[in-house]
């Protein structure tokens, strides 16, 4: 006794209404009492409200057994807008979603590398003025603007030191004139995947990443699990060598310094016929291109026959397997999707390896199985989560106390 | 969309209201509205029930700034109890508790040992009658009884393989006469010190359990985080080596075959003089002690002076502290409780490295700290818990598909 009064977290009537009409594409009031286990009087009060608000709309009428016919609801698609950004240096991804989180129109453009972050700010501002205005959309029903950045910050690749201390969610707000939600990669794709419907049934779902770094994002019923922080998740900071080589984070023998991209990329370069076969750049050379596009080379070494390429992806397999079965025993999960740039090119690689572990030695497996799926959109996923977190964030005001998602470093961060 | 309607996990209304009037000790409608985010009208109906049901009363006024003053509401502390039974070999604890967690009496017996399950449980079955009749307590008002035992089942023990198709849970219901909630040592524990108000400010919290097995629970506001099937936080078997010992959970490595207490008595046992200092029993011998037992054995060798014993205890924190590190970054914890009875024994060598493997290397370490104490509750936190899962789970009816807390197996496991 004695403690400050606490809420539920990241829970509102409003909140959870709001998402039980999402997710159902119709239902009515009634419905909605049964999925929310809130009173009818509590429902009629909430829905009254997203009516008024313009974001529900009442549908038409389904049969009810033995009473009058029931009244249903859906979102009201067209009324607000949110536009997802996912910055990479494998490619800038754009989605503008409507309120559904449907796709209303994307693009893709290169990449982050070497011009200055304030350059390619301005150029990201105007492809997302470019596209609310090529979808002919009023400006005035955009709510936000979400943006999504590597696990750990763009600057963790050697290439990309010069955004260590770049305000790009402060920047491009700035910009663009609409509110920004910084995020990070991993827990958007699995928001991505959770808002285009492929994740039904699951209560626990994680999307594991790996595109320059590794990360995973764990939705519990839809809703981002965040940790105190907005931390949860770091997969590719849990140790698979208490004696193995010291990580960046200040642990040793994470996923990441042993089977990360960089850490794969590395050991070929070090055997001198694949880095030459690979046509991998030298350390120190001119130019340094990114990770993931690195790792894409000895994949496709590998594909070749190369057997050290082969090895060494089927290591880190092995390992990043290892991790995973930790994210499934500690978080409980029942459905696991594999995404990120460097996991959709190597896939037939690390799926059955991850697949595998599970079924050997995952802790819950006689009470359920952990099913795991290739992602069938990794390069859109990111971008269409980073909209749904605008989508989340602006219909449902934070709590005081709250923070916003995402793990950037704080230089990164909008704080409001 | 096109997915089955969802609602939020754990919540409904009237949880979130009890759950907010008990930690505040005293609220007014008002401060609910502001804690809970739910609109006046809900907080007004569920009160209104809530008194009804007698749970809350009114009690007083609180001045306002400017307007009438506000009535407070409380608990209702003795309109319902509950019990708690922690069953473990070292002892079995049984916690009569108030509405508001508080205990009003409790007693601990000898553990189970090598006796029949079915007189053990009749005997408990007396004891929860006992403890209640010695109250002077209306028995229409105890809610049920929780009860709880270690991660992965009594039967992990060798002394106690004759538990392994013993359904307790069911057993004790029929002998009690009352609802039985079964859960897992590790998450009751966290519930234990929850509810007991040593957990303030924090927002996740975990338990980390250590008496036989190596276990953890963790509550995200309070509330367990009970993953897809009740067996989340899974510390013990989270891979610390990749080509480590096997483990019996199928994996390879695990934090308990490395480091739980079994892990460090068999490496005593295997050092002869260590073995013989310590008075530990041989491997085959007439009689085997408990394995917490065995391990208290080695703790006291260790402060004697015995360097083996020393070392071993030395290597098995630094291993679980590394365990810790990963439970803390997938899920972002801002306060953690050692605890259980191996880590109330040797708690001065586990929790200097932990604390220092966190300061060390815990991912979200910039943003804020993870505080780690050493519970002064060990002995009862988890009778304490077993008594408030009866509270939570008897005042708030589980929703269609809910599953009950804890990872019992499915034999010891009451469904309803």
């Known amino acids: 006794m004695g403690g400050p009064a606490r809420a539920i977290p990241h829970t509102t009537s409003r909140a959870a209404v709001l998402d039980v009409i999402r997710a159902a594409g119709t239902i009515s009031r009634v419905g909605l009492v049964e999925a929310t286990g809130f009173t009818g009087a509590t429902i009629s009060t909430v829905v009254r409200k997203l009516i008024d608000d313009g974001l529900v709309r009442e ?32 490619g800038i991804t754009y989605a503008l979603t409507d309120l559904t989180g449907a796709v209303v129109s994307r693009l893709t453009r290169a990449g982050v590398g070497p011009e200055d972050p304030a350059e390619i700010t301005v150029r990201m501002s105007r492809q997302v003025d470019a596209l609310v205005a090529g979808a002919g959309i009023d400006r005035g029903r955009v709510l936000g603007v979400g943006i999504v950045t590597p696990t750990g910050g763009l600057h963790r690749q050697p290439a990309l030191r010069h955004w260590a201390d770049f305000p790009v969610a402060d920047e491009l707000g700035d910009a663009v004139g609409l509110p920004v939600v910084p995020g990070n990669d991993a827990t958007a794709a699995a928001l991505g995947e959770y808002w285009s419907g492929v994740v039904n049934g699951s209560s626990i779902f994680a999307a594991v990443y790996m595109g320059t770094g590794v990360g995973a994002g764990v939705l519990v019923n839809g809703i981002p699990y965040h940790g105190a922080s907005g931390n949860a998740g770091e997969i590719g900071h849990v140790c ?3 004696d193995g080589p010291p990580c960046w984070c200040g642990g040793r023998g994470c996923t990441e310094a042993i089977a990360g991209p960089a850490a794969v990329v590395a050991a070929a370069r070090a055997d001198e016929a694949l880095a030459r076969g690979a046509d991998l750049a030298r350390e120190g050379g001119r130019t340094w291109p990114s990770v993931a596009a690195e790792f894409t080379a000895v994949v496709r070494a590998a594909r070749r026959g190369e057997p050290t390429a082969r090895a060494l992806l089927e290591r880190s397999a092995r390992h990043l397997a290892v991790a995973v079965r930790t994210l499934a025993n500690v978080m409980d999960l029942d459905l696991l999707v594999l ?14 390896a991850i697949r595998r572990e599970l079924d050997r030695a995952f802790f819950a497996r006689a009470t359920h199985p952990v099913e795991v799926r290739l992602s069938t959109s990794a390069s859109t996923a990111p971008a269409i989560g ?21 793990n950037l470093s704080e230089s990164e961060a909008v704080q409001g």
């Open 59 to 90: 549908t038409g009428r389904a049969e009810s057994t033995g009473g009058k016919p029931r009244v249903l609801l859906q979102l009201n698609q067209e009324s607000r807008y949110a536009v997802g950004v996912h910055i990479d240096p494998v």
């Open 240 to 242: 698979l060598d208490v």
């Open 386 to 406: 980073a909209a749904t977190m605008v989508l989340q964030s602006q219909l449902v005001p934070l709590r005081p106390g709250s923070r916003l998602p995402g």
């Open 339 to 352: 995404t990120g740039s460097s996991l959709a090119v190597a896939g037939s690689v690390y799926l059955p």
